[in-house]
């Protein structure tokens, strides 16, 4: 297979697309790392579930306070104006529709736009969490994802068969290979690499990718 994107360089390319002074919850893990790539002059005020608001980067190992984490039990910084609030409150936030975006991780999104991000296998989560009440809540879900599983299967697929987490609430996932939306409950590609072709990309899709106008190369900086 064509060489991929790392999985900071797609977290940069998640990044590319939040808006200045967008409320931003990023999901455990792999998500995370969205929160290091905010483009020069824009700025995200990031949620976490267990009661922060406005939290910053990671601090200098050794440096933590860990009395300050985050929803992954990682220590955070804060910035100027952040807010303490109670579990109860944060989800209220996330219920309320007060978020504009939530990016989370995925096993699998079908081209209706359903996600499953957890599994109740030998080495799954397990439980659904938080995931359950922000793509639902948020205004826009996104998913950044590699473009296969490590065995090589699809993760874009034509139906999840794994326990959903939400339905029909994914809007765009940026995977190792390309930036792809959901449109009329089908995969319209927006990017991809330009060393892999469109029938080798299609090859390693489960459901069939659609054209919409020109498709771009996605780039991102070496990281």
């Known amino acids: 297979m064509t060489r991929k994107l790392s999985n900071a360089q797609i977290a940069w390319r998640a990044a590319q697309d939040i808006a200045d002074g967008a409320y931003v919850n990023l999901g455990i893990g792999f998500p995370e790392m969205v929160a290091k790539f905010q483009p020069e002059g824009?700025?995200?005020?990031?949620?976490?579930?267990?009661?922060?608001?406005?939290?910053?980067?990671?601090?200098?190992?050794?440096?933590?306070?860990?009395?300050?984490?985050?929803?992954?039990?990682?220590?955070?910084?804060?910035?100027?104006?952040?807010?303490?609030?109670?579990?109860?409150?944060?989800?209220?936030?996330?219920?309320?529709?007060?978020?504009d975006v939530a990016i989370l991780g995925a096993y699998q999104v079908a081209e209706n736009g359903d996600l499953a991000n957890w599994s109740t296998g030998p080495k799954g989560v397990p439980a659904v969490g938080g995931a359950m009440d922000l793509v639902h809540g948020a205004k826009r879900v996104a998913v950044i994802t590699d473009h296969v599983t490590k065995d090589g299967k699809p993760k874009l697929v034509q139906r999840c068969t794994l326990p959903l987490t939400g339905v029909g609430c994914v809007t765009r996932v940026y995977t190792s290979l390309a930036v792809v939306d959901i449109e009329g409950g089908r995969f319209v590609l927006r990017e991809k690499l330009a060393t892999i072709s469109l029938d080798d990309l299609q090859a390693v899709t489960g459901a069939r990718l659609h054209l919409d106008g020109a498709v771009a190369d996605l780039i991102a900086p070496e990281l």
């Open 42 to 99: 824009r700025e995200a005020i990031f949620h976490t579930e267990n009661g922060i608001l406005n939290f910053g980067e990671a601090p200098e190992p050794g440096t933590e306070d860990w009395d300050l984490i985050n929803a992954g039990k990682k220590a955070v910084t804060l910035k100027p104006g952040a807010a303490f609030f109670h579990h109860a409150d944060s989800f209220a936030m996330v219920r309320g529709g007060h978020l």
